[in-house]
C-alpha cells in the first residue's frame, strides 16, 4: 500500500503565535508523521483507533467530533461508526457512548438516506458490494467499494460506485497485451476514453480497454452503479494514475 501524506495546519492555525512547538508537534510530528505512516496501518484504521480512545477517556468535545468526520471520510460507514460505538459502550461506559452518539449523529445524519440506498443497491446485485476501497481512495472522486470475486485463475474484482463517484483519468500500459474489461453488474455508469464521447454501461454491457488509453469509469449522477474489472495479462503491465476528472467533464454527459 502506497503512503500517503497527511498535511494538517489546525495547529498553527489556531496556536501558532502562543504554542508554536505545540503547533509544531501537532501539525508535523503526530499528522505529519505518524498519522502519515499509512503504509503500515491504513487511514481507516488510525480513524478507528483514535475515536475509541477518545470516547473511552471521555473526551467528547470538538476534537472528537473532528476524528469522527475523519473517520467517515476514511470509510467508516454511518453504520459501522454505530456498531462502533455500541462496542466500546460495555467497555468505556454508557454515558460516554450516548455523548459521543450525538456527536456521530451529527457527522453521519445525511448518511441516513445513502446508507439506505447502499443497502438497497445491494439487494439487487448479485456480487458483494465489499468494504470501502480505501487503498484507492486518493484516486477516486466519492466513495468507492471493492470486494474481490476471484482470486485464482481469472483473478477480478467487483467495483461499486455510489451516485457520482468516478475514478481519475489512468491508462494501462503495457508493451504487449495488456488493458482491462469491465462487465455492468448493477445501475447505471459511464466510460469515457480520451477523446471520445462517454458510452454508458448497464447491466450486461462489456467494455473492452485496450492498452496504452487514457480513460475514467464511474457512477451516473442519479445511480448506484458496479461493474466486474479484469485486467488482461500483458508484457510489462502497469498503471499510471493522472488527474481527476473535473466537475465541469463529468456534468456535460447526460
Not at 460516554?96 to 446485485?125: P, S
Amino acid at each position: 500500500m502506497a503512503q500517503q501524506k497527511i498535511v494538517q495546519t489546525a495547529g498553527r492555525t489556531q496556536l501558532g503565535e502562543f504554542a508554536p512547538e505545540f503547533a509544531h508537534l501537532n501539525d508535523d510530528i503526530l499528522f505529519g508523521e505518524v498519522w502519515s505512516r499509512n503504509d503500515l496501518l491504513s487511514l481507516r484504521d488510525r480513524s478507528l483507533v483514535t475515536i475509541t480512545s477518545l470516547i473511552s477517556q471521555g473526551i467528547t468535545d470538538s476534537s472528537l467530533k473532528y476524528h469522527l468526520q475523519s473517520a467517515k471520510n476514511n470509510g467508516i460507514t454511518r453504520t459501522e461508526a454505530a456498531e462502533i460505538i455500541t462496542h466500546i459502550a460495555f467497555y468505556a461506559g454508557w454515558p460516554k457512548a450516548w455523548a459521543a452518539f450525538n456527536l456521530a449523529k451529527e457527522v453521519w445524519n445525511e448518511d441516513v438516506k445513502g446508507e439506505d440506498a447502499k443497502a438497497a443497491f445491494q439487494r439487487e446485485m448479485i456480487f458483494p458490494i465489499g468494504e470501502p476501497n480505501t487503498a484507492y481512495a486518493k484516486y477516486f472522486k466519492g466513495n468507492s467499494y471493492l470486494a474481490q470475486i476471484s482470486d485464482s485463475q481469472i483473478p477480478f474484482f467487483n467495483v461499486t460506485f455510489e451516485p457520482g463517484c468516478r475514478n481519475n483519468w489512468h491508462t494501462h500500459h503495457a508493451t504487449k497485451g495488456g488493458g482491462q474489461m469491465l462487465v455492468g453488474v448493477a445501475g447505471r455508469g459511464w466510460y469515457q476514453e480520451e477523446g471520445k464521447p462517454a458510452q454508458e454501461i448497464l447491466p450486461g454491457t462489456v467494455i473492452h480497454i485496450p492498452a496504452n488509453v487514457k480513460h475514467w469509469h464511474g457512477a451516473a449522477k442519479d445511480s448506484w452503479f458496479a461493474h466486474l474489472a479484469f485486467e488482461i495479462p500483458g508484457e510489462n503491465t502497469s498503471n499510471e494514475w493522472q488527474e481527476a476528472v473535473s466537475d465541469e467533464e463529468y456534468n456535460k454527459i447526460k
